[in-house]
């Protein structure tokens, strides 16, 4: 069993801050990508943010800049701090991380565990 959790969300000002934190545990035997996507209402889910095992990241165009996205490893948890939040930023944030499950003592499972969404609103 694996649990990816989300905290951090909430109703903020226009150029104000928050910063999500995604915690996961269980049997995990090894974590690879960590990433945050967004939804919108009436929108497709996008990816926000991304960051690999060595630290490499990328993100959207909308947030370059603004958002940081960050990893800790020895606490299985990833980060995303956004700065100069917009009402554009509001939506439900999701956390999605790529986990490897070890099955036994010769059989590995690689998949992609999501978090419940927490909702950041700002305010105009």
């Known amino acids: 069993q694996v649990q990816v959790v989300e905290s951090g969300g909430g109703l903020v000002q226009a150029g104000g801050s928050l910063r999500l934190s995604c915690a996961a545990s269980?049997?995990?035997?090894?974590?690879?990508?960590m990433g945050w996507y967004r939804q919108a209402p009436g929108k497709e889910r996008e990816l926000v943010a991304s960051?690999?095992?060595?630290?490499?990241?990328r993100y959207a165009d909308a947030v370059q800049g603004r958002f940081t996205i960050s990893r800790d490893n020895a606490k299985n948890t990833v980060y995303l701090q956004m700065n100069s939040l917009s009402p554009e930023d509001t939506a439900v944030y999701y956390c999605n991380v790529e986990i490897t499950t070890r099955e036994d003592s010769t059989n590995y499972l690689n998949a992609d565990y999501w978090g419940q969404g927490t909702q950041v609103t700002v305010s105009s």
């Open positions: 269980g049997n995990i035997f090894s974590i690879n990508d």
């Open positions: 960051v690999s095992t060595s630290g490499s990241t």
